[in-house]
């Protein structure tokens, strides 16, 4: 029997990898699209790269992913790929937009003109909402994004949707809220605290300067929400979902649990440090799953307090590792 293929776009990030993992365990061909690149940054799949298949290929370039979907012929694209940092997107608005906005219809119209049986994936984003109107948020509550990367997510669930109910598609889209991982990049503010409290922990730091400590976020753990991306497109019919855990946690929260963590005590080496003060603070962000609960029958598996445990203990390993 022919094994599944998959396309997985953003393949070297943190929700690419995951789900390669997952989709090499379920039986699948892995096929990764990268964007040819010196700074390439293989080592969150390095434990895999012999079990997938890597091509070249770019959300800038419609022929590049029309040849690979013609190669390959995957029975699943999952568009994990973008520029996805908020604050790079003020400093390149247009960018942004070419990819994370553009990308995803250059890539819905390639599989349109060479299979439009082929299953699509979406990432979408919490960072939609914004200037949240409600709380929770649910799938039908109204976007306003408050950064060019949002309101270029924003195009891209609505160009999603449009190909979805013009062309008969299946193409869905996962509003997926912060999901977190020893594989998150340490510019983001839940493994700048893991990594600093095992650098603390090993000498090689003295403290650890954040923000607003009121700040509250919904936190899940990525591997349990790449479940969900697989989830959506084994449904018979396509659509939208929030995939997040319902709850939210403070960043003092966060600290407390990861000082913990290391058996050290979190108020002896954090300070407030006013160049992390956010002008706005963007407002309650937290997830109504509900519906991906009783169409998906997805329920996010590790707590808040397991996932920064986990990561303080993979951050401290991979001190460990080095000094040896």
Wanted: aromatic share 10%.
């Amino acid at each position: 029997m022919t094994k599944p293929v998959a396309l997985i776009t953003g393949i070297t990030g943190q929700d690419g990898s995951y789900l390669a993992e997952l989709l090499l365990e379920k039986g699948y061909d892995v096929v990764g699209m990268l964007r040819r690149s010196s700074t390439l940054n293989f080592e969150r799949i390095a434990h895999i790269q012999d079990l997938i298949t890597l091509e070249p290929g770019d959300l800038l370039d419609e022929a590049s992913m029309m040849s690979i979907l013609r190669s390959y012929r995957p029975r699943e694209v999952y568009n994990l790929a973008a520029q996805s940092f908020v604050q790079t997107s003020f400093g390149q608005p247009v960018l942004t937009g070419e990819t994370t906005a553009l990308g995803v219809t250059r890539l819905l119209d390639a599989i349109r003109m060479v299979d439009p049986q082929i299953r699509f994936y979406q990432a979408s984003t919490s960072e939609m909402f914004g200037k949240v109107v409600e709380v929770p948020q649910r799938e039908q509550t109204p976007f306003y994004p408050r950064s060019p990367y949002g309101v270029a997510k924003v195009y891209g669930h609505w160009i999603t949707v449009n190909y979805r109910e013009s062309y008969g598609m299946h193409a869905s889209s996962g509003i997926l809220f912060n999901h977190e991982s020893p594989r998150r990049g340490l510019e983001f503010v839940t493994r700048k605290v893991t990594s600093t409290v095992a650098k603390i922990k090993f000498g090689l730091a003295s403290e650890l300067a954040l923000g607003n400590l009121d700040a509250k976020r919904d936190w899940g753990y990525a591997g349990d929400y790449v479940e969900a991306m697989w989830l959506m497109l084994q449904q018979d019919l396509p659509g939208d979902y929030v995939i997040a855990t319902g709850t939210t946690h403070s960043v003092r929260e966060l600290c407390e649990l990861a000082f913990a963590a290391a058996d050290l005590e979190w108020e002896r080496y954090v300070r407030i440090d006013e160049r992390f003060i956010r002008p706005a603070e963007v407002d309650l962000l937290v997830g109504d799953p509900g519906k991906a609960e009783k169409q998906l029958g997805w329920v996010p598996e590790v707590g808040f307090a397991a996932l920064i445990e986990m990561m303080v203990a993979a951050d401290i390993e991979l001190i460990s590792k080095s000094a040896r």
